[in-house]
């Protein structure tokens, strides 16, 4: 079985939209993970759901998490407040490696692996013609479990 196989179509978001709108989109979709493309469409970043929350959990609650109990949930306006303006590249935590693509010719175990050693739940599968990277899709965490074990 190959990428091209387990590949499905999946939101991406531009790095020059509105961070406001990434936040939704990971929401509304029950996505577990951000797929970001740059300007060219090429896959930018892929960013787990627990990495954007941490965006949006101000740092002193990081820190202390004890103080989390006393800080009602009206204060998260705060936090939405903070990404009011920024752009996705803004919001997003600084990116420490590529994200984890493959071509549609890659094995099944080949993107196991791949998830494995980078700890996401998202693999891009790209295309690539001469200087041009087509995105065909993503393979999730939970596909790619469902192609191993099957549905019950």
Do not use: C
């Amino acid at each position: 079985m190959h990428a091209r196989d387990l590949a499905e179509p999946y939101p991406a978001i531009s790095t020059d939209d509105d961070a406001v709108d990434a936040a939704r989109l990971l929401a509304q979709h029950k996505l577990p993970a951000l797929l970001v493309v740059d300007s060219d469409q090429r896959p930018y970043a892929i960013v787990p759901g627990s990495q954007l929350i941490k965006q949006l959990v101000p740092e002193y609650l990081r820190e202390e998490p004890r103080l989390s109990a006393v800080v009602d949930h009206q204060n998260l306006d705060v936090t939405t407040e903070s990404m009011a303006g920024l752009t996705v590249a803004e919001w997003l935590p600084p990116r420490t490696h590529t994200p984890p693509v493959v071509g549609p010719d890659t094995g099944a175990l080949q993107v196991a692996a791949l998830m494995a050693r980078t700890l996401t739940p998202l693999v891009a599968v790209i295309e690539r013609d001469a200087d041009q990277v087509r995105l065909v899709g993503a393979i999730t965490a939970a596909g790619l479990m469902e192609r191993f074990i099957g549905e019950q």
